[in-house]
T-cell receptor, first 110, second 115 residues
Framework: SQQGEEDPQALSIQEGENATMNCSYKTSINNLQWYRQNSGRGLVHLILIRSNEREKHSGRLRVTLDTSKKSSSLLITASRAADTASYFC??????????FGQGTRLTINP | DTEVTQTPKHLVMGMTNKKSLKCEQHMGHRAMYWYKQKAKKPPELMFVYSYEKLSINESVPSRFSPECPNSSLLNLHLHALQPEDSALYLCASAAVFKADNSALHFGNGTRLTVT
């Protein structure tokens, strides 16, 4: 089974609004990563947060990590149409194995 | 554009055909990966190569045969596939396969259809 589980599975918001996606995982981690995938394309690495970090920012992205709850959230502020994509969290399941959550399909409506 | 190049972009093959998927990166990465992704599902790990040696095979059927001829190239040889093998096949690379800098760089994939 996948290490990470995300919710919601799908999210539709208006352009300019903020989008929040959540990821839960089951076992201890060294780090957690977030990726974006546009339709029919490869995944693009967005941000990596280490287990000793609680929050990290990159442009309009804000990621939080709560290791006590085994959960992470990705916030996209001031959303744009170009943010329409699927977003996946990923954690390491043993050495070298990066396992992806089920993903959240985000739609930004103009 | 991605720094990991996959060819072909699309492939249609019959169940008796033999074909190969190719992946190339010139970032000096020493870990390379094959993932399989079905529609509306997350990528699933198939193989990992580390320093040109196969380090992980996720119990993939033998009709999929990976090959890493050198540090820049990764192939996936296909033979006697089934229609359920139709999927997007993604190649990825990483500078190291462990530690805090394990971000993967993905190609745009090969869309495979088995008829």
């Amino acid at each position: 089974s996948q290490q990470g589980e995300e919710d919601p599975q799908a999210l539709s918001i208006q352009e300019g609004e903020n989008a929040t996606m959540n990821c839960s995982y089951k076992t201890s981690i060294n780090n957690l990563q977030w990726y974006r995938q546009n339709s029919g394309r490869g995944l693009v690495h967005l941000i990596l947060i280490r287990s000793n970090e609680r929050e990290k920012h990159s442009g309009r992205l804000r990621v939080t990590l709560d290791t006590s709850k085994k959960s992470s959230s990705l916030l996209i502020t001031a959303s744009r149409a170009a943010d329409t994509a699927s977003y996946f969290c990923a954690t390491e399941k043993g050495a070298q194995k990066l396992v992806f959550g089920q993903g959240t399909r985000l739609t930004i409506n103009p | 554009d991605t720094e990991v190049t996959q060819t072909p972009k699309h492939l249609v093959m019959g169940m008796t055909n033999k074909k190969s998927l190719k992946c190339e990166q010139h970032m000096g990465h020493r870990a390379m990966y094959w993932y399989k992704q079905k529609a509306k599902k997350p990528p699933e790990l198939m193989f990992v190569y580390s320093y040109e040696k196969l380090s992980i095979n996720e119990s993939v059927p033998s009709r999929f045969s990976p090959e890493c001829p050198n540090s820049s190239l990764l192939n996936l040889h296909l033979h006697a596939l089934q229609p359920e093998d139709s999927a997007l096949y993604l190649c990825a690379s990483a500078a190291v396969f462990k530690a805090d800098n394990s971000a993967l760089h993905f190609g745009n994939g090969t869309r495979l259809t088995v008829t």
